[in-house]
């Protein structure tokens, strides 16, 4: 469940945002409030937030001074910021904090509603984003992208590789499929990609690995099969060498229920 927290010194519009959003979301959000910045700041200390409605003017600290506070925080809450005056300065300032809308008092129920919508999808988008990164290799992004100035023999040995994941191969294979000398080919390899073959392969199977954990409920054994490990105690150990948690921990970070593929 998602937890929104309404930040604003004024009873009756901080109980009156609550009851509107209550109401709408129907029991599908945690809802809280916090009467001022500070009040704010000492709840998140203990609580997450994935979206903040905060007003600009508040005593003892602002809304704006209350998310400088809150720059380093990790995840970063989506934001909505209120306030009773249409300044320039700090609507501009407020999108300078990545404030996704700024709404005038008194407020309008619909459009409230309207922004709330909006800054939980923006922040869904931003969670599957961060989700697709998690499974990204840099250096296997990095290759990809250079693969067209390779020459046809390294091009035909990712495109092999990438169609015999799930097969005991290694170097000689591959080398012997080229028709090449396998020292040879490694050094042409390395010279080319910028990483050797043994790595390149090892990154090629954790890529798959961590799609499959993420997209699917396959047990661990089986997806250590599906990218070429012999035993599953292997695999488990390349891949805490490699990502520093388990296959199992690794998931749990990365899958979405609401997006998995059975």
Not at 136 to 158: C, F, N, S, T
Not at 164 to 171: E, K, N, S, T, V
């Given at each position: 469940?998602?937890?929104?927290?309404?930040?604003?010194?004024?009873?009756?519009?901080?109980?009156?945002?609550?009851?509107?959003?209550?109401?709408?979301?129907?029991?599908?959000?945690?809802?809280?409030?916090?009467?001022?910045?500070?009040?704010?700041?000492?709840?998140?200390?203990?609580?997450?937030?994935?979206?903040?409605i905060t007003d600009v003017r508040m005593p003892e600290l602002g809304g704006l001074?209350?998310?400088?506070?809150?720059?380093?925080?990790?995840?970063?809450?989506?934001?909505?910021?209120?306030?009773?005056?249409?300044?320039?300065?700090?609507?501009?300032?407020?999108?300078?904090?990545?404030?996704?809308?700024?709404?005038?008092?008194?407020?309008?129920?619909?459009?409230?509603?309207?922004?709330?919508?909006?800054?939980?999808?923006l922040e869904e988008n931003r969670l599957r984003i961060g989700r697709m990164e998690?499974?990204?290799?840099?250096?296997?992004?990095?290759?990809?992208?250079?693969?067209?100035?390779?020459?046809?023999?390294?091009?035909?040995?990712?495109?092999?590789?990438?169609?015999?994941?799930?097969?005991?191969?290694?170097?000689?294979?591959?080398?012997?499929?080229?028709?090449?000398?396998?020292?040879?080919?490694?050094?042409?390899?390395?010279?080319?990609?910028?990483?050797t073959f043994s790595d390149y392969l090892t990154r090629r199977r954790l890529q798959?690995?961590?799609?499959?954990?993420?997209?699917?409920?396959?047990?661990?054994?089986?997806?250590?099969?599906?990218?070429?490990?012999?035993?599953?105690?292997?695999?488990?150990?390349?891949?805490?060498?490699?990502?520093?948690?388990?296959?199992?921990?690794?998931?749990?970070?990365?899958?979405?229920?609401?997006?998995?593929?059975?």
């Open positions: 469940m998602k937890t929104l927290l309404i930040v604003d010194d004024e009873p009756r519009t901080r109980q009156g945002i609550k009851k509107t959003l209550e109401a709408w979301s129907a029991g599908r959000m945690r809802i809280e409030t916090a009467a001022s910045g500070v009040e704010a700041l000492e709840w998140m200390k203990e609580n997450p937030a994935h979206l903040i001074q209350m998310l400088e506070r809150m720059a380093q925080a990790a995840p970063k809450p989506t934001v909505i910021v209120i306030s009773g005056h249409a300044e320039f300065e700090y609507a501009h300032k407020a999108l300078q904090l990545g404030v996704v809308e700024y709404l005038l008092k008194p407020l309008d129920k619909m459009k409230l509603i309207q922004a709330v919508e909006k800054a939980l999808e998690k499974l990204l290799d840099p250096k296997l992004m990095e290759a990809g992208q250079e693969e067209a100035k390779y020459g046809q023999h390294v091009r035909d040995a990712i495109s092999y590789i990438d169609g015999h994941l799930g097969d005991p191969i290694g170097m000689k294979q591959v080398a012997e499929h080229l028709h090449m000398n396998s020292s040879y080919f490694s050094v042409l390899f390395k010279e080319q990609t910028g990483i798959r690995a961590k799609e499959l954990l993420a997209q699917t409920r396959l047990p661990i054994w089986e997806i250590a099969e599906k990218v070429g490990y012999q035993t599953a105690k292997y695999f488990i150990k390349v891949f805490k060498d490699s990502e520093s948690v388990s296959p199992s921990q690794y998931r749990q970070q990365v899958m979405d229920p609401e997006e998995t593929i059975k």
